[in-house]
């Protein structure tokens, strides 16, 4: 288990401007909040340290069970973060709206849309920015400096994969680890901040603003 893993993780929460955004007092942006949702997942690790410490029965199937349980969690929290995503462009987009009939018809697509999201996977994820906000293929966004799209693609397809096995048949097809599962949480959240960073900028245009604010991945290992 990497030693490393509280400094690496925390820092997720720690420095806000790493997505480069603005500290919201009021309202935080769903980014803000998946960043913070993920630090608790440090506590599974911490219990691996724990275990490894420890005499015990089994204890391989339990740190197995712990790094599936991480990912579990990874894939919960990506998909509450899209949901939050675009229920706060639906909002933005409401607010610039005069109250009426229309309003209504925006929440009920939003409401519809959500009910039926059923899985955080590429089709299903353009499929709800597209219903909800007129914004088609977000996916084709996700892509970053040594990550072509078809392979961030492939990442997130394995990562929804695993969840899929772990949640049906209790088990994963592949042996998972610590550092394999901090790989894949860092991968969601580079995904998250290009969707987030990408509204940023769909929100900007609807008003008529100039966006220049810089991309910055925030893991480019």
């Known amino acids: 288990m990497s030693s490393t893993y509280s400094q690496n993780i925390t820092s997720l929460a720690k420095n806000r401007n790493i997505a480069g955004i603005k500290m919201i007092i009021m309202e935080k942006t769903p980014l803000q ?3 913070k949702s993920l630090v608790w997942l440090k506590f599974l690790p911490w219990i691996q340290r724990d275990l ?3 005499e015990t029965n089994k204890k ?3 740190i197995m069970y712990l790094n599936q349980s991480y990912i579990l969690h990874v894939v ?3 998909q509450v973060f899209i949901e939050d995503e675009v229920k706060y462009v639906h909002k933005k987009v409401i607010e610039n709206q005069s109250p009426g009939p229309f309003n209504v018809i925006l929440q009920s697509q939003l409401e519809r849309s959500i009910k039926r999201f059923m899985t955080p996977k590429k089709d299903d994820i353009d499929k709800l920015f597209s219903e909800v906000i007129g914004f088609d293929k977000i996916s084709e966004k996700w892509e970053w400096d040594n990550m072509p799209r078809h392979q961030a693609l492939r990442i997130l397809d394995l990562i929804i994969q695993i969840r ?3 949640a049906h048949k209790g088990r994963a097809k592949i042996e998972l680890s610590f550092e394999k599962n901090f790989d894949y949480m860092k991968h969601i959240f580079n995904l998250a901040y290009i969707t987030e960073y990408e509204i940023k900028k769909f ?3 609807l008003s008529g603003e100039n966006f220049n ?3 910055h991945i925030p893991h480019l290992n």
């Open 203 to 205: 929100l900007a245009n």
């Open 76 to 78: 919960a929290l990506w």
């Open 33 to 35: 909040k998946f960043s």
């Open 164 to 166: 899929h096995q772990i």
């Open 60 to 62: 391989a199937f339990k």
């Open 213 to 215: 604010e810089p991309r």
């Open 52 to 54: 490894k410490n420890l």
